[in-house]
């Protein structure tokens, strides 16, 4: 069965400050590793999809990587507008999210 | 607007009531999807429509749950006698084409509350 796992759970990080998202995976075969992003009370927003280990994808202050077990979504020099819950997924339309990472960025 | 739409944002409602969500989905889209969320947790799949055939069902989806896709338009999840574990977010999401991309278009979905 397909298992993701994301940490931290919550991070709190000031304006300009970077960091990384991890998202552990273990699947029997992978069809794609996808990123979403949520704002509180909507839904979630697709990011990236990533299809094989050495695969990066950046997008603005995000850029997703993959290796064989993990991916990584780093957030460079984050502003307060990249606050939200990161939640990575796996394979196709029936995604195995996990409980995400809530990220917080304090002016 | 031409994002998926959902309706209602909110419902309250008593347990052992019936409760009915409705999705429109982005209209050139053929795949039509229902997940649920619960607080401080990722969504998880319930079921999925090719147009207007339900094609896979989750585990998830008791008996109580039913959904449709009338003539592979919009789409209806009902909720009959509800319990109060039925308590969750309700997202529709839909994606383009045949392909299986995991690229989903979500709405802001339909958030439950059974007391």
């Known amino acids: 069965e397909d298992q993701v796992t994301q940490s931290p759970e919550a991070l709190r990080l000031q304006e300009g400050e970077s960091s990384s998202l991890n998202c552990s995976y273990t699947v029997s075969g992978l069809r794609g590793l996808f990123w979403y992003r949520q704002d509180p009370g909507k839904g979630p927003e697709f990011l990236f999809t990533l299809y094989s280990a050495g695969e990066e994808k950046e997008k603005e202050r995000l850029k997703a990587t993959l290796t064989k077990k993990e991916s990584f979504l780093h957030i460079t020099a984050p502003k307060p507008e990249d606050s939200a819950t990161y939640l990575c997924a796996l394979n196709g339309y029936k995604l195995s999210f996990g409980a995400g990472t809530t990220v917080t960025v304090r002016a | 607007d031409t994002g998926v739409s959902q309706d209602p944002r909110h419902k309250i409602t008593k347990r052992g009531q019936n409760v009915t969500f409705r999705c429109d989905p982005i209209?050139?889209?053929?795949?039509l999807y229902w997940y649920r969320q619960t607080l401080g947790q990722g969504p998880e799949f319930l079921t999925y429509f090719q147009n207007e055939a339900q094609l896979e069902k989750s585990r998830l989806l008791s008996d109580r749950f039913s959904a449709e896709r009338p003539k592979g338009s919009f789409s209806t999840l009902e909720i009959q006698r509800t319990e109060q574990g039925d308590s969750a977010m309700y997202l529709c999401?839909?994606?383009?084409?045949?392909?299986?991309?995991?690229?989903?278009?979500f709405g802001e979905g339909s958030r439950l509350t059974v007391l």
């Open positions: 209209s050139e889209h053929n795949r």
């Open positions: 999401a839909s994606s383009p084409g045949l392909a299986d991309t995991g690229e989903l278009f």
